[in-house]
């Protein structure tokens, strides 16, 4: 995975929008580690293969970034956003890197299911 660059996602965004997709859209803060430090507080969110149409998708921050999809209907919104996959053209992967090297936070957009 490279650094994000906020031009090459915006273009990659921008190429999707208004098709039909399926999400990937993952947050952990260490939950499933959390018996090894009790001062940690555990929390996480996962939503895999749910499809998803945006009318516009935003990348903003000057790193980590965030990511914005409009919906019809509202927004999808990801924060802390640091790498993504240069190797993968027709999907979008994008992950968040905490100072060690860990996932923290990943959002993925692909035609196909994950």
Known sequence: ???????TIQERLDRLHNQDLYIHL???????AAHFDSTKHPASTF???TRIRYSRGMISGAGPYRVGLKMEQGWVYSEGLTHYDETDDRRLLLAGHDSQGKLVVSLQLSPEPF
């Open 1 to 7: 995975m490279l650094p994000i660059s906020a031009a």
């Open 26 to 32: 993952e947050l952990t803060t260490g939950a499933y």
């Open 47 to 49: 939503i895999t293969n």
